[in-house]
Nanobody, 116 residues
Framework: QVQLVESGGGLVQPGGSLRLSCLFS????????MAWYRQAPGKDRELAAF????????KYPDSVKGRFTISRDNAKNTLYLQMNSLKPDDTAVYYC?????????WGQGTQVTVSS
């Protein structure tokens, strides 16, 4: 059974950077499409970044494009999200997500707070 464990969240000032990590276990990581979602208080969960299992057709919503970079290290079974130029609006719980066919798994989430 796939398990996802996020780390790297925390408190950062506006304009700062954070790198989130998601450790994958319980399957063949390279087979899975991966994504980061986020959910701010009182709002719906939304996609923050997507990376396919093969190829480099990554996707970002306009709100993070040019500031966030998703990447994966298949040798380490780890997904990353590099977040730069952070804004208070980026404050949310960030969730790691994996998909292989109809099999979907969510991590437990990591809190990111952007505040001075």
């Amino acid at each position: 059974q796939v398990q996802l464990v996020e780390s790297g969240g925390g408190l950062v000032q506006p304009g700062g950077s954070l790198r989130l990590s998601c450790l994958f276990s319980g399957g063949t990581f390279s087979d899975y499409a991966m994504a980061w979602y986020r959910q701010a208080p009182g709002k719906d969960r939304e996609l923050a970044a997507f990376i396919p299992s093969v190829g480099d057709h990554v996707k970002y919503p306009d709100s993070v494009k040019g500031r966030f970079t998703i990447s994966r290290d298949n040798a380490k079974n780890t997904l990353y999200l590099q977040m730069n130029s952070l804004k208070p609006d980026d404050t949310a719980v960030y969730y790691c997500h994996s998909r292989y066919g109809a099999s979907i798994t969510w991590g437990q989430g990591t809190q990111v707070t952007v505040s001075s």
